[in-house]
C-alpha cells in the first residue's frame, strides 16, 4: 500500500536555527512529492513539488527539499527559521500523471522558540 | 483573484441529519478532490473527480457522496451513516494531464456533529 511517513509529530527550533523535517514515502514507483503548509483552522499551501529531474529543489519562503531515492526520502530543509514559520507541515504523494489525489503524512507540527 | 471558496467556515448539525459542504472553484481546473483532516491524523482522500459528471471513491468514502454537475462545483454531502463526521473538511482542485498537477486548498469547512 502507498504511505507517506513523517516520523517527527513536533519539532522545537529556535528563531534563526536550521530546519529540517523529514518525510519517508513507500510507492510502487517514483511518485510526485509535494510539501504543504498550514496555519490553525486554514487550508493548505503548497511550499514545493518534485516531479522529476534536479532532486533538489526550491520552494517558497525559502524553504528547499533533497529528493533521495536510495532512501524513499523527501526531506523539507530551511537555512534559518522565522518565527512566522510555525504552523503544521505536511508531506503528500502522489502517483502518475493522473489526478487521482494524494497521500499525505500526519504531519509535523512545528515550534519556533524566542 | 482566482481561487477556492467552501462555504460556511463552519458547521454544526444534530446526529441523524445530513449536511452539504459547498466548494467552488474559479481556476478552470478539471479535478477536484475532497479530504477530510482529524487532529493528529494528516489528510485523508474522500472523493475526488477528474471530469464532469464522473467522480470515484478515495480511501474513506463510506458515508459520504458527492456530485459533478458543473466544472467549477464539487458538493460533499456528509449523510446520516458516516459514523464520526465530526472533521475538518478540505476541497482541492488541479489541473489535469501535463508536467504538474499541484493541488490548491480552499481554506475549508469545520463540520461539528452533536
Known amino acids: 500500500a502507498q504511505s507517506v511517513t513523517q516520523p517527527d509529530i513536533h519539532i522545537t527550533v529556535s528563531e534563526g536555527a536550521s530546519l529540517e523535517l523529514r518525510c519517508n514515502y513507500s510507492y510502487g514507483a517514483t511518485p510526485y512529492l509535494f510539501w504543504y503548509v498550514q496555519s490553525p483552522g486554514q487550508g493548505l499551501q503548497l511550499l514545493l513539488k518534485y516531479f522529476s529531474g534536479d532532486t533538489l529543489v526550491q520552494g517558497i519562503k525559502g524553504f528547499e527539499a533533497e529528493f533521495k531515492r536510495s532512501q524513499s526520502s523527501f526531506n523539507l530543509r530551511k537555512p534559518s527559521v522565522h518565527w512566522s514559520d510555525a504552523a503544521e507541515y505536511f508531506c503528500a504523494a502522489g502517483s502518475g500523471g493522473g489526478a487521482d489525489g494524494l497521500t499525505f503524512g500526519k504531519g509535523t507540527h512545528l515550534i519556533i522558540q524566542p | 483573484d482566482g481561487g477556492i471558496t467552501q462555504s460556511p467556515k463552519y458547521l454544526f448539525r444534530k446526529e441523524g441529519q445530513n449536511v452539504t459542504l459547498s466548494c467552488e472553484q474559479n481556476?478552470?481546473?478539471?479535478?477536484m478532490y475532497w479530504y477530510r483532516q482529524d487532529p493528529g491524523q494528516g489528510l485523508r482522500l474522500i472523493y475526488y473527480s477528474q471530469i464532469v459528471n464522473d467522480f470515484q471513491k478515495g480511501d474513506i468514502a463510506e458515508g459520504y457522496s458527492v456530485s459533478r454537475e458543473k466544472k467549477e462545483s464539487f458538493p460533499l454531502t456528509v449523510t446520516s451513516a458516516q459514523k464520526n463526521p465530526t472533521a475538518f473538511y478540505l476541497c482541492a482542485s488541479s489541473r489535469t494531464g501535463g508536467s504538474s498537477y499541484e493541488q490548491y486548498f480552499g481554506p475549508g469547512t469545520r463540520l461539528t456533529v452533536t
Open positions: 481556476l478552470n481546473h478539471d479535478a
